[in-house]
Structure formats: structure tokens, C-alpha cells
């Protein structure tokens, strides 16, 4: 998990995405925030974006709904992974 962090935060990145990179061995998956000019990992403990009204914590649960910023999406699933 952390060598394939590594490679997209060091890789030329062109354009704007959300991504899961995950490691079946650990058990573990990361979102990153990727775009041309970062590459931001977040686990369930660190989750982005960073909002407890529509897109809240859960426990052992990383999700983006849709897309970044669509709270109705987020709000919806968070309550359906609950």
C-alpha cells in the first residue's frame, strides 16, 4: 500500500480524480485525493473532504459518493453504510 502511494504521489499527474488504492494482503484501502498538483492519501480515520454534516467518519469505511463535493450522494451513502 505505502510503495503504491509512493508511485502516484511521485507520477506526473494530468488531471483531477478521486482513486481507491487498497491492499488485499493488509486488509487496508486509502483514498487519494489526486489532481495535477497534489496526491493526498486518507484512510477512514483521516477521510476527505472533511465534512460530519453530509459526508461523516465511519469506522474501518473509506467512500466518496459520486464525486468531491456532492453532499446529497454522500450524505445518502454514509447513511446506507452505516
Known amino acids: 500500500l505505502e510503495s503504491g502511494i509512493q ?3 511521485d507520477a506526473n499527474r494530468t488531471c483531477n480524480l478521486i482513486i481507491g488504492l487498497g491492499d488485499g494482503e493488509e486488509g ?3 483514498g487519494i485525493e489526486y489532481s495535477g498538483y497534489v496526491a493526498v492519501p486518507y484512510n477512514d480515520e483521516t ?3 472533511e465534512n460530519d454534516t453530509w459526508h461523516p467518519k465511519i469506522d ?3 467512500y466518496n459518493a459520486m464525486d468531491w463535493d456532492c453532499p446529497g450522494y454522500n450524505q445518502v451513502m454514509s447513511e446506507q453504510l452505516s
Open 47 to 49: 477521510l476527505l473532504p
Open 28 to 30: 487496508m484501502v486509502n
Open 7 to 9: 508511485r502516484i504521489t
Open 60 to 62: 474501518d469505511v473509506v
